[in-house]
C-alpha cells in the first residue's frame, strides 16, 4: 500500500467545512468521491486539519492510501477536471508509508482579513468593520499569545482533544492596504473555533472594549465564556502547512 499527500485549495464558502458530515457537503467529501471515481477503488482522504463551515484554505494537505504506483501528476490533473470549481489540487507527492497528514504537521499558518470599506469584490472573503480599530493595541495584545501555552479560553467547549496546550510561533497584524489588514497566526497545533475566537477577542481590544491586561486575563481565566465573539468564518484562511522533509520520497 503506497501513501500519498494532497496538496490542495479551496473555497469554503459552499461547504458545511472540511470534514465529512451526514446529509451536508463538504470538501473531503467531493475529495473522497472524486478519488474513488477515478481510481476505481474505495478512497478516503485525511486532512492536516478540519476547517468549519466557510472557512477557506490557499493550501490544505491531506492523505490517502492506494494500492499501486500513482502517476502523481495525471492524478493532479484528473481531479482538477472532475472536482467542483472552488477546490483545486497543486500537487500530489509520495511519502513514506507511515506519513500521517495531520499527526506529523510540524505547525500550521492561518491569516484573517478585515476591512473598513464595503467592496462587492471582498465580500465573501474579508471581515468588515463598521467602527475604526486600535491595530496597534491589537497587535500589543497579539504578541501576548507568546506568553502562554494553555488556550482554553479561546477553544470550542466539550471538545474531545487530550490538551488544549499549542505553541504559538507567529501572532502578528500587518496593514496590506489602505483598508484591509491581516492578522497571521501560526502554531504547531490549533484548537477548534481557536484563530476565531482569537481573532473576535483581539477585535475588542480594537474597539477599545478591552484593554490588553485584560486579554491576559481571559487566557488566564481559561473560560471561553470570558473571551470575544467569534469572529466570522468567511474571512479566515488556512494557508500553509509545514511537515519534516523526510517524510517524503520525492525530493
Not at 13 to 19: A, E, I, K, L, V
Not at 42 to 63: F, K, N, W
Not at 173 to 183: G, I, K, L, P
Request: charged residues 20%.
Amino acid at each position: 500500500m503506497n501513501r500519498y499527500f494532497i496538496y490542495l485549495a479551496y473555497d469554503g464558502t459552499n461547504y458545511h467545512g472540511w470534514q465529512v458530515q451526514p446529509d451536508r457537503n463538504s470538501v473531503q467529501a467531493e475529495l473522497n468521491k472524486a478519488l474513488s471515481t477515478i481510481c476505481q477503488q474505495e478512497l478516503t482522504v485525511t486532512g492536516a486539519g478540519r476547517t468549519d463551515t466557510g472557512v477557506h484554505a490557499t493550501l490544505m494537505i491531506a492523505h490517502f492510501d492506494f494500492d499501486g504506483e500513482v502517476d502523481c501528476v495525471q492524478l493532479a490533473y484528473k481531479l482538477n477536471r472532475f472536482l467542483p470549481r472552488d477546490i483545486s489540487i497543486y500537487k500530489i507527492r509520495p511519502v513514506v508509508p507511515e506519513a500521517h497528514a495531520r499527526f506529523d504537521a510540524t505547525s500550521r499558518t492561518y491569516k484573517y482579513y478585515v476591512t473598513a470599506v464595503k467592496s462587492p469584490f471582498n465580500r465573501q472573503y474579508c471581515c468588515r468593520v463598521f467602527n475604526e480599530l486600535d491595530y496597534a493595541l491589537m497587535e500589543e495584545a497579539a504578541q501576548t499569545l507568546f506568553d502562554y501555552t494553555d488556550f482554553t479560553s479561546f477553544s470550542k467547549l466539550h471538545t474531545d482533544v487530550k490538551t488544549n496546550n499549542c505553541k504559538i510561533m507567529q501572532a502578528n497584524w500587518v496593514q496590506q492596504d489602505a483598508n484591509t489588514w491581516v492578522f497571521t497566526i501560526q502554531a504547531d497545533r490549533f484548537l477548534r473555533n481557536m484563530v476565531r475566537a482569537v481573532v473576535g477577542t483581539l477585535l475588542e481590544v480594537g474597539r477599545h472594549k478591552m484593554t490588553v491586561a485584560q486579554f491576559r486575563q481571559v487566557i488566564e481565566s481559561m473560560d471561553r465564556c470570558k473571551a470575544g465573539s467569534s469572529a466570522p468564518a468567511n474571512a479566515l484562511f488556512l494557508v500553509d502547512v509545514s511537515y519534516p522533509e523526510t517524510l517524503f520520497l520525492d525530493k
